[in-house]
């Protein structure tokens, strides 16, 4: 028998993130119907359902997946968008434990940088690690990230700043798809920091970059983007510029970790090349962000880095809201100065520390996520889209970004399996 669609999801509130005037989007309905791994039609409360079970292939209730009361009325559980975690760096060689206790001693990231510790530490151990280390490593971080409900995660290179390992990086975070239900996006972040190889040489080490490591990773279709680190203890405007105008011969996407421990306007720089988006940004100018408006590039905010170095500049969060410019949420997930492996924790923090609220963030780690990754395919629930959701035992969506380690998903359906 051919079936109409190959899942009915039912019974169900649905928290769409689209922008329809309802808090968290949601939608008048209780059902949700899939087809070939995408959405393919909502059921409307006034349709007769019974007519719709015969379309279907295989039917779920979703109150039977979480306990219900005789004494109470039938409780519905809420169904989200997949979370998208879009900036991470969940790749590496080793850890960087012995930095949380310099620091707890007083060091500063940029003292630690300085002596040849934070990035270029682990860039020396990843290195060193082959590919089945750090991919068994790798998917002991994201199945972290995919227990919270993460279908889709950014993962960039930048810890090996040579060729090899390089190359190294994003061919195991690709693989990552063959291990878990979860969509790899990758991104090329040789401009991370300077290798030692190439100490006191800055500008031949971005030489290097687009006139050997970027062509090459491009042709290996290894990279879905291109990053860079422009700041005082990484490069200047100048500099990645020249990145930001390699990527373009290639036909990649960029984006920035800009104005994280100073206003270098990188952010600037970043949406004139038309940058999909423009991460830390702790030190963004208010009258820079017009010009992010302007160019549809999403400012994602790390509140796992801004937390974890005990920082006090917050990112303007107030002037974004005013300007419309999509916030997203990440975890940042790496070894030195965010080794978060919590897109929940994230959410919340972006609520404590950055006074975002519940609807913002959770609309952060999904539509915005989304977009900040140049992906219109997902991050909310809507006809046409992937079927990446996650179904919740909450009573309102603000749960999930108020109790910390509180919630995992009860069902996550990643391209409408159900996994």
Same mark, same amino acid.
Request: charged share 20%.
């Given at each position: 028998m051919d079936y109409q669609y190959d899942t009915l999801i039912y019974n169900?509130?649905?928290?769409? /993130?689209?922008? !329809?005037?309802?808090?968290?989007?949601?939608?008048?309905?209780?059902?949700?119907?899939?087809?070939?791994? !995408?959405?393919?039609?909502? #059921?409307?409360?006034?349709?007769?359902? !019974? +007519?719709?079970?015969? $379309?279907? %292939?295989?039917?779920?209730?979703?109150?039977?997946?979480?306990? $219900?009361?005789?004494?109470?009325?039938?409780?519905?559980?809420?169904?989200?968008?997949?979370?998208? +975690?879009? %900036?991470? %760096?969940?790749?590496?060689?080793?850890?960087?434990?012995?930095?949380?206790? /310099?620091?707890?001693?007083?060091?500063?990231?940029?003292? #630690?940088? $300085?002596?040849?510790?934070?990035?270029?530490?682990?860039?020396?151990?990843?290195?060193r690690a082959d590919e089945h280390t750090l991919l068994n490593t790798a998917i002991k971080r994201a199945k972290r990230l995919c227990e919270e409900g993460v279908t889709t995660i950014e993962v960039k290179s930048g810890y090996g700043l040579d060729l090899d390992t390089e190359v190294r990086m994003l061919r195991v975070a690709k693989s990552l798809e063959q291990h878990l239900p979860v969509s790899i996006q990758t991104t090329y972040l040789g401009a991370h920091a300077l290798p030692n190889e190439f100490n006191d040489a800055p500008d031949k080490y971005i030489d290097f970059i687009c006139d050997e490591a970027l062509p090459h990773i491009a042709s290996l279709n290894l990279a879905d983007a291109v990053d860079v680190f422009c700041e005082t203890i990484g490069f200047s405007t100048s500099q990645i510029e020249r990145v930001f105008n390699c990527a373009q011969q290639y036909g990649l996407p960029i984006k920035a970790h800009v104005e994280q421990l100073s206003d270098s306007k990188g952010a600037v720089l970043a949406a004139k090349y038309g940058a999909l988006s423009v991460d830390h940004i702790e030190y963004l100018a208010d009258s820079d962000i017009p010009l992010l408006a302007q160019n549809g590039t999403v400012a994602v905010l790390l509140p796992g880095a801004f937390y974890y170095l005990n920082e006090v500049q917050k990112p303007p969060v107030d002037a974004l809201r005013a300007h419309n410019v999509p916030m997203a949420i990440a975890t940042d997930f790496n070894p030195g100065s965010s080794p978060l492996a919590s897109i929940l924790t994230a959410i919340n923090m972006g609520c404590v520390l950055f006074q975002l609220t519940p609807e913002e963030a959770l609309r952060g780690a999904t539509a915005h996520a989304a977009s900040a990754l140049g992906l219109q395919d997902r991050g909310v629930i809507d006809t046409g889209k992937l079927a990446d959701l996650t179904l919740w035992d909450i009573e309102t969506p603000a749960e999930l970004a108020y109790c910390i380690n509180g919630h995992r998903p009860v069902a996550v359906f990643k391209e409408g399996k159900h996994v």
């Open positions: 169900v509130r649905i928290a769409s /993130m689209q922008d !329809n005037g309802f808090p968290y989007g949601e939608l008048a309905t209780t059902a949700i119907a899939i087809k070939d791994g !995408n959405i393919a039609a909502f #059921i409307s409360r006034d349709a007769s359902l !019974n +007519d719709v079970f015969e $379309q279907a %292939h295989s039917v779920i209730d979703a109150t039977t997946l979480i306990p $219900q009361t005789e004494a109470e009325p039938l409780k519905l559980p809420w169904l989200l968008p997949g979370f998208v +975690d879009c %900036h991470t %760096h969940l790749v590496y060689g080793g850890n960087r434990a012995e930095e949380f206790e /310099m620091r707890l001693q007083g060091a500063s990231y940029v003292d #630690i940088a $300085q002596r040849g510790g934070g990035i270029k530490g682990t860039v020396e151990k990843t290195r």
